[in-house]
């Protein structure tokens, strides 16, 4: 498979903008070829320059703990960046197609509606697994992405592995895997395939397990031949410096990080184990993810009785396959506990 032949058509023809950053990348004591302001900035760091356009030694730092090349890594203004970049250089407005496999993140289909580009849905199965046949005849010539969540959200499973294999071996686009919960699965990432697969992509984010939600941070993991295309079609310095800076500060401490994905997925477990005891809770869904997904007997009357008591859980009774079910971030052990007891003197 040749993933040049994948893109669209403008983008292989495309003269990327050259940043006075590409044009010359060495040292030098005088720097007048940007417009940028040589007094300084009123913040104490280098602000007053342009950060660097491929984010090299924040992409170092990441290569280290992820053990992917830096040639294989993209950063993008969140996951979502990563997303909409996606369908912008693989998929014609108004006639290519993607396939999503819902309940699933919003973001795949309300990029899709931006870029103008067709959504295929194919449900998950009621044990939220892949409906492969389904999945096989909704494929066509015009289909350009199968998007996999896993773990998903809002449901919290794991895709089962040979189910994303099997596409991976038959599906001639891009399978996209958005792994934003993967720090809280017993499965593992997807990324040791990055070498079998050129059409492969992984997306990962600083957004949940590593607590930088406000930071704007993603990332995705594919063949050369993606990243650099994805490089291509990218504003020039989608990543800002102060981004850059913190997220190196931010893997310095990736000790503290990994203290709370564990004590995350104990909490996990404790409050599934509580809340499956409560009479009002008819099932809570297996999780690898940091929230579970919980079918009750009301589930409007108890998401209003918990906004009452200021807890906001997200209620998602009203989305196919998760009717009657509330999904609920796993909090610290003092917030789980007020949850679980609000809930208990309900029954
Ligand atoms: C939260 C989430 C993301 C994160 O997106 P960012 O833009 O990186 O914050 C991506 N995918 C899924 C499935 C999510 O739930």
Redesign the pocket.
């Known amino acids: 498979m040749d993933i040049k032949d994948l893109q669209r058509e403008n983008i292989r023809t495309l003269k990327p903008y050259s940043t006075a950053r590409d044009e010359f990348k060495g040292q030098a004591s005088v720097f007048l070829d940007a417009n940028e302001n040589s007094f300084g900035s009123p913040l104490p760091a280098n602000y007053n320059r342009y950060p660097d356009p491929l984010q090299l030694d924040l992409k170092d730092a990441i290569s280290k703990i992820k053990g992917v090349p830096i040639e294989n890594t993209f950063l993008g203004n969140?996951?979502?960046?990563a997303i909409d970049l996606i369908f912008r250089a693989f998929c014609n407005p108004g006639k290519d197609n993607v396939i999503i496999l819902p309940p699933t993140?919003g973001?795949y289909e309300v990029s899709a509606n931006i870029n103008d580009v067709e959504i295929r849905k194919v449900d998950l199965l009621s044990n939220f697994q892949l409906d492969l046949e389904k999945i096989a005849e909704s494929i066509d010539k015009q289909t350009k992405i199968i998007f996999i969540?896993s773990p998903n959200?809002p449901t919290g499973n794991s895709i089962n592995r040979e189910d994303i294999e099997t596409i991976l071996a038959n599906f001639k686009g891009l399978v996209v895997i958005?792994e934003?919960?993967i720090n809280f699965a017993r499965q593992k990432t997807f990324i040791q395939e990055l070498t079998e697969y050129a059409n492969l992509v992984v997306?990962q984010?600083?957004?949940?397990a590593w607590g930088l939600?406000a930071l704007?941070?993603?990332m995705a993991f594919s063949s050369r031949q993606v990243i650099d295309i994805l490089n291509k079609v990218k504003p020039p310095y989608n990543i800002n410096q102060a981004t850059q800076d913190l997220a190196l500060a931010a893997v310095e401490n990736i000790g503290t990080v990994n203290d709370w994905i564990k004590i995350t997925v104990s909490e996990r477990e404790r409050l599934s184990t509580a809340l499956a005891a409560l009479p009002i809770v008819q099932k809570v869904y297996p999780s690898d993810a940091n929230f579970i997904l919980v079918a009750v007997n009301d589930a409007l009357a108890i998401y209003n009785l918990l906004v009452d008591k200021g807890i906001i859980v997200r209620d998602r009774s009203k989305v196919r396959l998760c009717e009657g079910c509330l999904r609920i971030t796993i909090g610290t052990v003092e917030e789980n506990n007020a949850l679980i007891s609000i809930l208990e003197n309900l029954s």
């Open positions: 969140g996951s979502d960046e993140y973001m969540c959200n958005d934003a919960y997306l984010t600083f957004s949940k939600a704007r941070l993603g």
